[in-house]
């Protein structure tokens, strides 16, 4: 998006430019749900009651009452993280530079419009490994090694895990792998305890998805499969999931960070469909945004003393958790 000088030196204006700069288009974003908040902290509330089902009666008979079944509750407080990069630009960065593939200087707008874009780059990659961590059940920090939250602790439940396994040899009329494939669907439905949701999604490591999609008890389906994705050109269909057994089998190779994003061995189950999943977003530590709602990305630029340039800054404060974490679960891939 072109900037306007001077505008551009105005909160607002940076913020909602670094809004309009391209997403970075990642395999579990399109699931989030995102929502601004006006505090760096939200207060869940956990209700020890549950989805009954109604049976039929006869017209004018009392209704089954669930006096006592939704009263019980705790509240759990989650804070924001806050995740800030900044660059600089000084004369250096524009004088006696060509502007990329063009015979014209380079302008100051063009020199903070690219610097933009790569500061939300690397907070989009950083907002990716936190929905990844938020389907995981955990949420690290950068270094891979701080929690950030674990949503299991704190929503109270048990990590279901299980192993698949990949044997070698099998009876004609079996499908072992198949068969461990629904048992995992089937605990996962029962974690939904009825709650609507829309399907089955799972991303998993490289050699996980290479056992899954080279066994023979899997391969025929695959290959009809991949055989139908060449209308998709250059776009690495192994991003978009292949389905096998009702799930949509995602691979997540990428590392960010020196950290792979998933375990080379391991898959994550995870539902989808609406009120599953939430990215809740808090305002941008200035003044000038206190106490607003929170937007997905803040920009700033402040001028540096005698005219040297400026200091810009880009940040996005959020908060990513799942709402159902007692139905996710981890798969160990393991050669039987």
């Avoid at 509240?75 to 014209?104: C, M, W, Y």
């Avoid at 340039?309 to 959020?318: F, K, L, T």
């Amino acid at each position: 998006m072109p900037l306007n000088w001077p505008d551009t030196f105005s909160v607002a204006e940076m913020t909602a430019a670094v809004n309009k700069l391209p997403l970075t288009v990642t395999p579990v974003s399109g699931m989030f749900e995102s929502r601004g908040i006006r505090t760096t902290h939200l207060s869940f509330d956990l209700r020890q009651g549950r989805i009954v089902l109604i049976a039929d009666q006869p017209r004018g008979s009392q209704p089954d009452y669930v006096t006592g079944q939704t009263e019980k509750r705790s509240v759990k407080v989650l804070t924001t993280a806050h995740l800030a990069q900044a660059d600089t630009l000084s004369p250096e960065d524009i004088q006696d530079v060509r502007e990329f593939g063009g015979e014209n200087l380079m302008s100051a707008e063009r020199a903070v419009n690219d610097k933009l874009l790569a500061l939300k780059r690397n907070l989009d990659m950083t907002l990716e490994f936190h929905r990844l961590g938020a389907v995981k059940g955990l949420v690290l920090d950068a270094d891979g090694s701080t929690v950030l939250h674990d949503i299991y602790k704190t929503f109270e439940v048990r990590q279901t895990k299980l192993d698949l396994k990949f044997p070698a040899t099998w009876q004609d009329n079996e499908n072992p792998v198949l068969t461990g494939i629904m048992a995992a669907k089937r605990k996962l439905e029962a974690a939904m305890g009825g709650s609507p949701f829309n399907g089955i999604g799972a991303i998993l490591g490289s050699n996980a998805y290479d056992m899954l999609t080279s066994h023979k008890l899997v391969r025929e389906a695959y290959n009809l499969w991949a055989a139908n994705q060449g209308g998709f050109g250059n776009d690495d269909y192994r991003r978009r999931g292949f389905v096998y057994g009702g799930i949509r089998w995602i691979e997540a190779s990428s590392v960010v960070g020196g950290r792979k994003l998933v375990d080379d061995d391991k898959a994550h189950l995870y539902p989808t469909g609406p009120g599953i999943w939430k990215m809740f977003h808090a305002p941008a530590d200035w003044m000038e945004s206190a106490n607003t709602l929170g937007r997905s990305y803040y920009a700033r630029m402040d001028a540096r003393e005698r005219g040297r340039g400026y200091d810009i800054e880009v940040q996005s404060n959020p908060l990513t958790i799942c709402m159902y974490p007692e139905a996710l679960i981890e798969l160990t891939f393991k050669a039987a």
